[in-house]
Nanobody
């Protein structure tokens, strides 16, 4: 059974930092692009960041650019999202995702991702 298991998240004050992790089991995604998405209450799921199979390419939503950093450790089958200078507007459930069809480059399209983590709550207080 293929799983993406997330950890990290929680409650932090505005301006604080958090790191999310996402570890794959059941198969490796070392040859595939991966990404982070988030969904706030009453809103649709939105793209946050994506990374290519070897970490050589990254792409961010404008809202997080310069504050968030996506990275991966293929030896550990783990994806990370370092979130700095957090704002109340970053409050959401965050999801990691892997795209088995994303072989080259990255993608910000939800439809390109076919494996999803369970989601983790990030709450930023003002």
């Amino acid at each position: 059974q293929v799983q993406l298991v997330q950890s990290g998240g929680g409650l932090v004050e505005s301006g604080g930092s958090l790191r999310l992790s996402c570890t794959a089991s059941g198969r490796t995604f070392n040859g595939n692009g991966m990404g982070w998405f988030r969904q706030a209450p009453g809103k649709e799921r939105e793209f946050v960041a994506t990374i290519s199979w070897n970490g050589g390419l990254t792409y961010y939503a404008n809202s997080v650019k310069g504050r968030f950093t996506i990275s991966r450790d293929n030896a550990k089958n783990t994806l990370y999202l370092q979130m700095n200078s957090l704002k109340p507007g970053d409050t959401a459930v965050y999801y990691c995702a892997a795209g088995s069809r994303i072989r080259v480059g990255t993608s910000s399209a939800i439809a390109e991702y076919d494996y999803w983590g369970q989601g983790t709550q990030v709450t930023v207080s003002s």
